[in-house]
């Protein structure tokens, strides 16, 4: 019995000296561990130095809890915004725009980066501010997120599924290569093809 009494005398002194820290030290690591294991499932060209991923589906929701406060950035070109659409609520800042010279070794047009994107993106955020950053399908924002994070900004996710969505990989789908696998716009998720002007910051020069 006098065991006991002393045994639950020397528990509650530890709990009332220090447990509360370890308990708060657990649950940081636990959350550490949950963005190593969200990082090693992303592609490499989608991470980012700092860290911070959520998907289509996660940053809406945010937003949706924290609209005045949590910025949400399409860094997707004009054109992009135009004809396959765009959030209602998103800034629109482009990272880099289409240029029309074939790269006959990727196959494709390449995107050249804009210069004055950091200082654009200062014009409707704060370094602290969260932000949520939105490309195609996760690999342009991820570089932007980048920029954004050698700027100074420390609370900057990437979309990881951007507003396309990842593409079709079973060969034997009708849709393969298509980007109908999740995605803000095959989330359900609040989209329209009209401009909003007054959410767009465009390069200075061209």
């Not at 700092?50 to 005045?68: M, N, R, S």
């Not at 959030?87 to 074939?102: D, G, L, N, R």
């Amino acid at each position: 019995m006098r065991k006991r009494m002393i045994a639950g005398v020397v528990f509650a002194l530890i709990a009332a000296s220090g447990f509360a820290g370890i308990t708060t030290a657990w649950g940081e690591a636990t959350e550490e561990s949950a963005s190593q294991r969200v990082t090693l499932q992303l592609p490499s060209e989608k991470q980012t130095t700092l860290g911070l991923y959520v998907t289509a589906k996660e940053a809406y929701e945010k937003w949706k809890a924290e609209p005045d406060t949590i910025k949400l950035i399409d860094v997707r070109t004009p054109e992009e915004y135009l004809f396959v659409g765009h959030p209602t609520m998103a800034w629109k800042i482009p990272f880099a725009m289409q240029v029309y010279e074939w790269d006959a070794e990727k196959k494709q047009f390449p995107m050249k980066p804009l210069p004055d994107f950091v200082s654009r993106v200062s014009e409707v955020a704060k370094p602290d501010d969260t932000i949520m950053v939105m490309c195609r399908s996760g690999s342009r924002s991820a570089m932007a997120v980048n920029l954004l994070a050698k700027a100074g900004f420390t609370r900057v996710y990437n979309i990881t599924d951007g507003m396309e969505g990842d593409a079709v990989k079973d060969s034997n789908s009708v849709f393969v290569g298509q980007r109908l696998v999740n995605g803000w716009k095959n989330s359900g998720l609040p989209w329209t093809y009209q401009l909003t002007p007054d959410r767009m910051v465009l390069p200075k020069d061209r």
